[in-house]
């Protein structure tokens, strides 16, 4: 298997990539992985299972996504989604421009036939640790009901295949419970789902109930799930903040925050999107993944990981013949 | 002056409202307030300034909205929403079922003329403690560009009257901040909230950065709006949830706990939305508060204070006033 890295990807990039990169080789021996980057002076020479692919260009986080993507055709980004086309690689992962990334997969590695819409699907955590993965958040702002019946069957597949939940149950994100609630979109798509049998539709979710896990898949359409993901990361980072400052604010204070601490890392770290890999972009040709902007060495390890179920579990071809069926 | 109350409305009502009436009733002598409600027995008598209003029947929180105040034409919902229609009281405010109200706003009260869709205000608690005016958060899920434009006006009269923000700053809740960003909707919202000149636009927000502040009122449709407001309490609790259970886990974290425990309580009063008030029904033709279902007598206090701010800083008469000039 050959997975591909983006070195130009990521806050700490490109040293948390070659990093986590270095673990992952020799951790799995059957993997060859390939850092796509400019400068061959970054990796260590002699490294086992490590390839280097050299490009004149990448794309940094504030371009324009879809103008980059278009004009640096020797970017990091563009060539790693060309080799996924090309089946030079079996998947590519990126730390770097989130819009980027999501424009060059369907430009240069295309979608699977049948599917209207990628859909970038984060694992939102929840507060038992299994974690909701949660589709569209931004990859198509603007859905339509067939679209997010779409993101319910992909969505389906990856959680059972890669999250390794058993049917996984599906909700629709609402502003109710009840049926006939929401907007034009949401009515019609909870009809659509509610007749589609290759999935398990448990029917509307509301926005307070994510973090108990209410469902394992939750579509919606990008604006709205864009708006879920960030909210709730500015709400715990926020929360997280006030309580460092309270529980620095005096000695005693310090003192008693010391011995709760090991718990308070703890339950951080559960909340923390990095541990649960990166947001894969489904419903494209080949595995791209999108690692978190501030992936560390242990995120890109945990994202090479979930390529690498992303591959052998055969994702993609599941994919490929569940839209070529309802083609039919 | 006189306000009505809804005896049937929130999890601790009557006894939260008349709890809560009666402190105010002591406390601001030139009010009288009204308790709408089946029982008379409930008000205790010879109370100074308070009155009871009878009514034969209440909507219950799970009742639908449109039908139910439709059919319980003399439920306390509708009947204090006619009071405010026929100028019987000033204000009317309940902490009973949302969408009833919404709805009895509408049809009973009625909407100040030029304005298209009234929304729901509520105050986010914000880190500094200030908080911020969100609308709409779910009166009119699905809305058009020009009712963003209104909602600005109507949000930055209401927070500059009532909140006591000197020209509050306008943002637009958006999937990011450059202009151009999200869909048709906050695209077309966004030039004419740039046009507009009686409202301080700074342009789009991301749903990360609510908590901190970026602006003193947020316009979004009430689909976001809603999934915002649901998702910020949802995090919150699930955290504070998290919290408690760490901190009672062991009996030395119980006793560390109680040391941090003045300045978390604090930090969780901040948090809360019911110290904020209730949510104005901005647009109609005067004060409708909506109480936060949880209310206790001293968020039943706190809404008396802002129907009395509502009122005498004529929040009503200066959106009329502000409607009649674009009219022209």
New interface residues.
């Given amino acids: 298997m050959r997975i591909a890295f983006d070195l130009h990807g990521g806050d700490y990039a490109p040293h948390s990539v070659i990093e986590g990169v270095s673990i992952a080789a020799k951790n799995w021996r059957d993997t060859t992985f390939v850092l796509i980057g400019q400068d061959p002076d970054l990796v260590p020479p002699g490294l086992d299972h490590i390839e280097f692919h050299q490009v004149t260009e990448h794309i940094d986080p504030d371009d324009e996504p879809v103008r980059s993507v278009r004009r640096k055709k020797d970017s990091s980004i563009v060539v790693g989604c060309q080799m996924v086309k090309n089946k030079e690689v079996d998947a590519f992962i990126s730390a770097g421009n989130t819009g980027a990334l999501m424009a060059a997969g369907l430009f240069y590695t295309g979608r699977i036939k049948g599917i209207e819409r990628p859909a970038l699907a984060p694992v939102f955590p929840t507060?038992s640790g299994k974690g909701i993965l949660v589709l569209d958040v931004?990859a198509n702002?603007?859905a339509k009901p067939e679209h997010l019946r779409q993101y319910a069957i992909m969505g389906s597949i990856y959680a059972s295949k890669v999250l390794g939940f058993e049917e996984p149950r599906v909700g629709l994100?609402n502003?109710g419970t009840e049926t006939g609630k929401?907007?034009?979109l949401?009515k019609e798509a909870f009809k659509l789902l509610e007749k589609e049998s290759s999935i398990r539709f448990i029917g509307n979710t509301?926005?307070?109930?994510?973090?108990?896990g209410p469902c394992e898949v939750l579509v919606c359409d990008?604006?709205?799930g864009?708006?879920?993901?960030?909210?709730?990361?500015?709400?715990?980072?926020?929360?997280f903040?006030?309580?460092k400052s309270?529980?620095t604010?005096t000695w005693?204070?310090k003192?008693?925050?010391l011995?709760?601490s090991p718990?308070?890392k703890r339950?951080k770290k559960e909340?923390d999107y990095k541990e649960h890999g990166g947001a894969p972009l489904l419903g494209l040709a080949g595995p791209i993944i999108k690692a978190h902007g501030s992936s560390d060495a242990k995120a890109i390890f945990n994202a090479a990981r979930q390529a690498r179920l992303f591959v052998t579990q055969q994702v993609t071809e599941q994919m490929k013949q569940e839209f070529a069926k309802t083609k039919e």
């Fill in positions: 507060l931004g702002p603007e994100l502003i929401g907007i034009q949401t509301e926005a307070r109930d994510v973090l108990y990008g604006f709205s864009n708006i879920l993901l960030k909210n709730a990361e500015g709400v715990a980072k926020a929360i903040e006030k309580l309270e529980f604010r005693i204070n003192l008693a925050a011995i709760l718990g308070l339950f909340m």
